[in-house]
């Protein structure tokens, strides 16, 4: 572990640790930037996706990481995000307005979600918003003056300032909410809110004695959290251009906890992480199933084996990657692997990967971690 | 450092609004002269997956025979098909992947509403056809004159709401029906049902009777059913899906109580009579085209059904011919295009009004400039003696009687 000279309170929680790390998001935000005259749409819709998972990736990590809240609702929010951009576009309204507004009108529900869970704690927590998740899936459904029930809602093209935003322009929209979206969460993270959050997380009973009015932050946590959400359900909307009550189930909310999960609660970088990994598994899958079958055919040719070999062995290939229901299984297998070996998620073998070539060839198992864990706020 | 970044992010984002897509123009890709390639996304690991893996079977045995019989004009057809999983999501980037990597001619049978309605914008924006897809939503054949790019969407598959009417106003009219009820699923598909059922009462002039809900994945019916024989109903529409259906159909029997059933496409399946044994006798069905039994099957259905057993080792089912038509009527319309096939010669062959038959005894499919939806008739059939049988084709609910 490194040490810093500290010589200002500042220098306690910077925003960038270091200056390195300020070079190298300079590249990938540059990278970003330069991406649509790069890459073919299709590689710029998955960024668009993974940008859009990676919000309510940080969204979550606010409640969950930080404030220690849990929720298997978040599709809930995404959905009231959604269908309020899908209503205020319809009644004229400019993106520049209900954007920020969709945030607001979802924070708002999120905070009287947050409600109940002043008073319940753990799974029942989980199932109170889960309960709400159903609750909101039904009022879409069922409100079908305003939301057109289970048929859904076709979307225009999103326009900002008059001018219709294409592919790319949809691209930096995100980029730019992503951005901000983080920066924000960094700062409510560095700020005493966030100070709050965490001090609930590892006791509450002591975060209380200490003076944290813990009834007001955990509903600040919900609202924040589902603001944030609400927003990238905006977004969410006009990627799809279609919403219906079906789009936004439980698996979308699994999905979501499933984010936090692989990619590491314990870091924004985290939720980035899991959101390019929950979006970018099945396009990797499916070049998999496209290549592969050509590998084995050049690594086959390349024995100068049979052809009757070769066929056989390009059938079998073909035959296994083909077969439905092969991704569910490697995904499954892939979760379950890194639950059990990387509680951490992503973001912690990353921080592993780092330390060992920074030690190297120092390094030991035992120097990733910290001598002693005193309490669950160490965690960063 | 933090202002700086959003200047920059802020200037990018304005300098992005430059770019905007081209007005549609229709679009040709992915024919050279030895191949076709066609896309098309299905559910096959997901909650619809028994629809979408014997459907996307269906369609590999299609694609087969018309290679093995010279191709299309001399071009043989590449499939390109991917897993949804019922996922709008997946199914946008997938689309996407057809059509910018493989360079799809065009996207064919896919499967799903919402599956296909969130990307069915990026097909017609690419300029490409998007054919036959696997869901009877209204947003997939309907034209908006105002919107060129609404010409490329064509449909063969009857909407949920012309059997159900069709099979409420065939059944009131041939058994003399007092009192008709609707039990239906509580989401967009029961919406279809219970607007048929309200519309065909009215244009019959009888007023509604009692309407109950479920909800999907439910399982224990009995009060919908007690309510229903307790009004009097004598004929009950199922406004559900095959599990549902025998559920209710099981239920009444339990109670000792035998009204007429109807249902529409979405029961209208082997499996009813399979599963709901003699409860399920008697039941009157509306559907696309006929079903076939492999043990009593003849001609051309014989010859699929055992081609299908063959490269699939298990018996095809009425989701297959779904696939396996929309893979025929394809390669029937591209032919008819021609030597030069283009999305606008594609286009042409089908507005030209030229009847595509599939070998299954369904409905005559035909399209004209400005009606896409390829079907207007439907079969009826009831189960007698543990089996559909066919009682009378080329229905609608349009005709007079």
Redesign the interface.
Known sequence: MAHHVRTDYGDSDP??PSKAA?FWYAVL?AGL?AA?YLL???YL??LV?IMIYAIVGVALNILSGQAGQVSIGHAAFLAIGAYFTAVAQKHGLPLVLYLPLAGVFTGIAGYLVGLPALRLHGIYLAIATLAFAFIVEEII?RWESVTN????L?LPPPS??G???????F???C??VT??VV?AAINIIRSSTGRSFMAIRNSETAARSMGIDTARYKTTAFALSAGITGIAGSLYAH????I?P??FSLSVSIDFVMIIIIGGLVSLRGAVFGAIFMIMA??LL?ILKDKLPLWADVVTHGLYLPDTVTQAVQAGVSRVVNA??L??LIFGIIIIVFIIYEPLGLDGRWQRVKAYSKQFPLARQRSARPPRMFLKSERR | MTSRFLLSAAIVALTGLAAQPALAQFKTQGVTDTEIVIGTHMDLSGPIKSWGVPASSGMKLAVEQINAAGGINGRKIKLILEDDSYDPKKAVLQTQKLIELDKAFSIVSAMGSATTLAPMPLVQGAGLTHLFPITAAEFTFKMDPAKPEDRLKFNIFSPYYDTMRLGIKYVIEHNGIKKPCIVYQDDEMGKNFTDAYSDQLKDLKMPEATRVSFKRGATDFNSQVARMKADGCDLVALGSVVRESVGIVTAAKKLGWAPTFVVSSPSYVPDLHELGKDAAEGIYGVGQTEIFYPDTATGKVKEFIEAYRKMFGVDPNLQSTSGYDGAMAFAFYAGLAGKNLTTESLIAAMESGKVFEDIFGGAPVSFSKDNHLGVSAATIGQIKNGRWVTIAKNQSYKTEK
Do not use: C, W
């Open positions: 925003l960038f300020v935000i930037i649509p073919e749409s299709y819709s998955q996706f459904a029930g289970n048929e859904g076709m900002l300032f001018l219709k935003l294409g592919t790319e322009g691209y930096y929209l980029l730019l951005v901000l920066l990627k799809m251009s279609f219906s079906e789009m099945d396009p499916i439905p229901g991704k569910s």
